[in-house]
Antibody, heavy 119, light 108 residues
């Protein structure tokens, strides 16, 4: 059974950097999957942030590209998100999710972690 | 960017009745369309992919149809556990991957 688990600080100061990690179990992060980050502001809809392939290839949402970095650690079977220069608008539940070959819908999701941007 | 538009925003349905949710894409996404169910405080759950294929363990009362730009999710004989928010998402052309804004199915 594939499981994803987000971890990281729940509170980040404005202008700081949000950092989260997603630990993957039940699947190898080196398989032909894309590993994604999706966020959801309180009471709002879902927004795709970006994704990474095990090779390190990345794709980002153009609306966030200048502030986002997604990386992968194959030795730990996990991937990470860094979002810089955060504001209150970045307050959201952050989910990690898998999308697998050949049809890249999101088949497995983490439980999500709330990150609040506040001083 | 492909914009996904869902309607209605809220759907009031009585238990046992049918719910019909719509999703429209701003350009063709072929059949690369997924539906997700989200309950409060929970992660989204994959219901349908390929516009019409039910995901593992999804009851047969959920069905999807459509291709190109027009899609429908139908929930027959609504059960209490089906009241939730439903999102469509295209995976034909990215980045970015895009979701609809969601349809809330509430008890009438």
């Amino acid at each position: 059974q594939v499981q994803l688990q987000e971890s990281g600080p729940g509170l980040v100061k404005p202008s700081g950097t949000l950092s989260l990690t997603c630990a993957v179990s039940g699947d190898s992060i080196s398989n032909t999957n894309w590993w994604n980050w999706v966020r959801q502001p309180p009471g709002k809809g879902l927004e795709w942030i970006g994704e990474i392939f095990y090779s390190g290839s990345t794709k980002y949402n153009p609306s966030l590209r200048s502030r986002v970095t997604i990386s992968v650690d194959k030795s730990k079977n996990q991937f990470s998100l860094r979002l810089s220069s955060v504001t209150a608008a970045d307050t959201a539940v952050y989910y990690c999710a898998r999308s697998s070959y050949p049809d890249y819908y999101f088949d497995y999701w983490g439980q999500g972690t709330l990150v609040t941007v506040s001083s | 960017e492909i914009v996904m538009t869902q309607s209605p925003a809220t759907l009031s349905v009585s238990p046992g009745e049918r719910a019909t949710l719509s999703c429209r894409a701003s350009q063709s996404v072929s059949s690369s369309l997924a539906w997700y169910q989200q309950k409060p405080g929970r992660a989204p759950r994959l219901l349908i992919y390929g516009a019409s294929t039910r995901a593992t363990d999804i009851p047969a009362r959920f069905s999807g149809s459509g291709s190109g730009t027009e899609f429908t999710l139908t929930i027959n004989s609504l059960q209490s556990e089906d009241f939730a928010v439903y999102y469509c998402q295209q995976y034909n052309n990215w980045p970015p991957r895009t979701f609809g804004q969601g349809t809330k199915v509430e008890i009438k």
